[in-house]
């Protein structure tokens, strides 16, 4: 369904993104990893739309995307979540979902029903009338997924959702995430808890310093020599090994 093709993004002086490929069947759910400022997100600006790489190709149900714009791919089937969730502060949890459902329905009536079709999926019908500006840190995830999910995509990034959540709240949240996947929409998911990306995706990927590093599935990128390096520095795969690390 997607491909990424050598993707390079440069920023003046910096290489953000570096000739990095991945592609992702129809109903998986992958997941792209690495350490902090490895390029994950400048990635997912690539598939949207928000910028055009430097090089490369995006590559959406076997379609030169590439030069398109944001709003063209998100009517394609593409949705997105952001990583500083910031919902409408002066509408409520409806009208801030019903934003995403605008695209496919002009009509207020519909856009809301559609709206509440889409919290019901994702756990946020009881608070539906509450401002956005109300709701708790896992709320608000729920209300970027919501919105994300109301623009009827095929393939969904979603960019750290857990992020912030307690252990309890991401495991109540993984099996939304599921079943979203179960519904039909494909899904590529940056994420740093690695509990979920284990419980998750069939599939891993791993950036580091904009390069894709590994590629596997969540056990053997996790054992990856070159990926434990990558988040623990150079020497610590072979440190671990000879049981030196510590509590590393
Ligand atoms: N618009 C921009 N202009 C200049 N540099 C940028 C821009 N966007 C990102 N960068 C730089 O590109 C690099 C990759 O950033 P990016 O946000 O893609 O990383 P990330 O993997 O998502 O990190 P994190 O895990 O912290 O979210 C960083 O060095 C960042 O400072
Ligand atoms: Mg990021």
Redesign the pocket.
């Known amino acids: 369904m997607l491909e990424v093709d050598n993707v390079t993004k440069r920023?003046s002086g910096?290489v953000?993104v570096d000739g990095a490929s991945l592609s992702v069947g129809s109903g998986q759910i992958v997941g792209l990893i690495?350490p902090?400022?490895?390029?994950?997100?400048?990635l997912f600006t690539m598939i949207a739309g928000f910028q055009a790489p430097t090089e490369g190709r995006v590559i959406f149900d076997g379609e030169d995307i590439t030069r398109l714009k944001a709003h063209q791919r998100a009517r394609r089937g593409i949705a997105r979540t952001f990583?500083i969730v910031q919902p409408f502060a002066g509408l409520d949890v409806r009208e801030n979902i019903a934003v995403g459902a605008y695209l496919r329905h002009r009509r207020t009536i519909e856009a809301h029903a559609r709206a509440e079709e889409v919290a019901e999926r994702v756990g946020l019908t009881p608070v539906l009338d509450m401002q956005a500006s109300e709701l708790t840190v896992a709320g608000r995830k729920r209300l970027e997924l919501a919105r994300a999910l109301a623009t009827e995509p095929r393939l969904l990034l979603l960019d750290e959702v857990l992020a912030g959540l307690n252990p309890s709240e991401v495991r109540d949240i993984v099996p939304v995430i599921r079943a979203i996947r179960d519904d039909g929409v494909t899904i590529l998911m940056i994420e740093h808890v690695m509990q979920a990306v284990m419980n998750l995706c069939e599939e891993v990927y791993v950036?580091a310093q904009g390069r894709m590093i590994a590629h596997g599935t969540p056990a053997e990128v996790s054992s990856d020599a070159g990926v434990i390096e990558a988040y623990l520095g150079h020497g610590a795969a072979k440190r671990m090994k000879a049981g030196v690390a510590g509590d590393a």
Request: charged fraction near 10%; proline fraction near 0%; hydrophobic fraction near 40%.
């Open positions: 920023f910096l953000a690495g902090n400022g490895a390029g994950k997100t400048t990583q950036l």
